[in-house]
């Protein structure tokens, strides 16, 4: 899981790591309309533009820009508003408007005419505008509180790893930190207009983002916002012993007068909800709700295939998967003794990262050196944080690779490996790397895939299985094996949203597959709901992974090799899946 800061209601941000918009910042954007540029548009006036798009969307929320620039002076950012943003549920008819507008200015400008990497920007952004706008009529059905990609879960993390570059960064923090109520008290507003339109969470969900405030809140003299802070100013060479006493102390009284309470009242506000729900299953048991998860799916994964078209893949792959371990289990039939005796030479992140670094360059272009650090996830956010994730670093400073491990979801052996090599290498830090090296509009950063970031992730974690040093068997049977699992999530995501699986469908399908365990079900079940589309774009986006290799290997026969296609994807960055097969002609020259 690659993350960054929640963006789909507070402007137009890139919507991969986890978050993007829906509500638009409409005074922010008001003056694009006029600088963008007239008549036919030349190669510098439509540069200019994106640059002047990206200015705008980037300074829109304090924490989008400073996950997006370590210096947003040297972007000509030096006049800004310290705030999370705006959360409302009524923008739609300012929202619209501002995308018609964007969509008109774009085709003032002859495409033909402009560079293939300004053509990719241009079909990308007029991709997202067209997606936007159909999506308008569905600001509802978002969920904005949700316990593993959910701004209450995200938020705390984020916060403490929010870099220190210079003493405005500090106290541009502190102000941020300060908005902290007057933002759940926002997203409490929307929260009650869901309510009205009878479009509010499960109760199982209440409950679940209920205890996890409770549990960010209940050491507040401890809390881990208090010593992360103390850390970084105690490491910052610009400030004094005695400036950096004076933010330890604001930073303390601001976290336990604002932080806390913001988290407790969140936590009581919405349980006072509790009840309100009118579903308790997927989408489509809303009234519009098939609809909207047909958009989502789509959203998401960054594939135009249709749910009924996910759905027969997902089996396809699934059906093949299952074969391939059969013919495994039968040519070796000692292969499920060696996977519980097989050891790796090391446990230890940072020599397992450097192991995939170099290990990946027979297959992968080789990366730029860049540092990174492997973090543990703190104790009160383990339960509701995936097993690994990794903060991306702003475009303008690549140093800043951060990867964390959550310790209490077990990761071990080849599941440690893999893991590392989804957040790592060839997985989130290095695509991240390359694409920030590969001389990129910086307004690229805003505007992608949610399903092409997870999917690549997903894509190389799968390759990284023979990497390890274990036999080819075992390599394989945990491979094709990890791959049938996700494809059940899948499934299960795609029939409880658009087909109305109930429960006890739900543990008929597992059960055909030998997932027996109803509890464990249950807990699947409740996370699918409250997360639509979740897994989809991890297993849609590594089938669309695949089915571009397919079609490249087609294309190219003879002089096809993976490093050619994996580098031309690194040049071409993130982008819809549609996109990127249709502009892979222009790169594959350059691999």
Excluded at 56 to 71: G, I, K, P
Excluded at 334 to 344: E, I, N, P, T
Excluded at 377 to 400: C, G, K, N, R
Aim: glycine share 6%; charged share 25%; net charge negative.
């Amino acid at each position: 899981m690659e993350k960054k800061f929640f963006r789909k209601w507070f402007g137009l941000q890139k919507k991969n790591k986890k978050w993007k918009v829906r509500l638009l910042l409409f005074a922010a954007l008001l003056f694009l309309q006029a600088g963008c540029g007239g008549g036919q548009g030349s190669q510098e006036e439509f540069s200019e533009y994106l640059s002047q798009i990206f200015k705008s969307e980037v300074a829109a929320s304090t924490l989008n820009m400073h996950y997006s620039l370590a210096h947003p002076e040297n972007y000509g950012i030096t006049n800004y508003k310290v705030t999370y943003g705006t959360v409302s549920a009524d923008r739609g008819k300012e929202t619209a408007a501002i995308l018609e507008n964007w969509k008109s200015s774009l085709k003032k400008f002859n495409k033909k005419s402009l560079t293939v990497p300004q053509q990719m920007s241009y079909d990308i952004i007029m991709d997202y505008i067209n997606r936007e706008l159909q999506a308008n009529k569905y600001g509802l059905y978002q969920e904005i509180l949700k316990p593993s990609t959910g701004i209450q879960s995200q938020l705390p993390v984020l916060l403490a790893e929010y870099v220190f570059y210079d003493k405005k960064d500090v106290e541009d923090y502190l102000k941020l930190l300060s908005c902290t109520p007057e933002l759940f008290q926002q997203i409490m507003e929307v929260e009650k207009v869901k309510v009205k339109y009878g479009l509010f969470m499960a109760d199982f969900a209440v409950d679940d983002i209920v205890a996890q405030c409770n549990n960010f809140t209940q050491d507040a003299e401890n809390n881990y916002l208090l010593s992360t802070f103390d850390d970084r100013v105690d490491k910052a060479s610009f400030l004094t012993p005695e400036q950096a006493g004076q933010y330890k102390m604001q930073n303390r009284k601001i976290v336990a007068e604002d932080i806390i309470p913001a988290y407790q009242k969140l936590a009581k506000d919405l349980a006072a909800l509790k009840g309100s729900g009118k579903n308790s299953g997927g989408l489509c048991g809303l009234k519009g709700g098939e609809a909207y998860y047909e958009y989502l799916v789509q959203d998401t994964t960054g594939s135009r295939l249709s749910v009924e078209e996910m759905q027969e893949q997902t089996k396809a792959q699934r059906k093949q998967d299952l074969e391939d371990l059969a013919n495994i289990a039968k040519e070796h039939p000692d292969v499920g003794q060696k996977c519980r005796a097989y050891q790796l030479p090391t446990e230890d992140p940072e020599l397992v990262l450097k192991e995939l670094q170099s290990k990946m360059q027979q297959d992968f272009p080789a990366p730029p050196e860049v540092p990174f650090t492997v973090k543990e996830v703190h104790p009160s956010l383990e339960e509701y944080t995936a097993p690994a994730f990794y903060l991306t670093p702003p475009i303008d400073d690549i140093s800043q690779n951060c990867i964390y491990i959550n310790k209490s979801k077990g990761d071990v052996k080849m599941q440690l490996y893999t893991t590392l090599a989804h957040e790592g290498f060839p997985g989130h830090l290095y695509q991240n790397v390359m694409e920030r090296s590969c001389g990129l509009e910086p307004v690229r950063n805003l505007f992608g895939s949610s399903g092409y970031v997870e999917g690549w992730a997903t894509y190389v974690e799968m390759q990284s299985y023979y990497y390890a040093d274990v036999d080819w068997d075992v390599a394989a049977f945990l491979q094709k094996n990890q791959s049938a699992l996700l494809s059940l999530y899948a499934s299960a995501d795609l029939g409880i949203h658009h087909d109305g699986w109930t429960l006890r469908d739900t543990i008929d399908f597992f059960a055909a597959y030998q997932i027996t365990d109803k509890q464990v079900v249950q807990q699947i079940y409740q996370l699918i709901v409250e997360e639509p589309a979740h897994y989809l774009k991890y297993y849609i986006g590594y089938l669309e992974f695949l089915n571009l290799k397919e079609y490249a290997a087609a294309k190219y026969k003879d002089s096809y090799s993976d490093y050619k296609f994996h580098s031309a994807l690194m040049k071409m960055g993130n982008a819809p899946f549609y996109i990127l097969k249709k502009y892979l002609p222009e790169y594959w020259g350059q691999a």
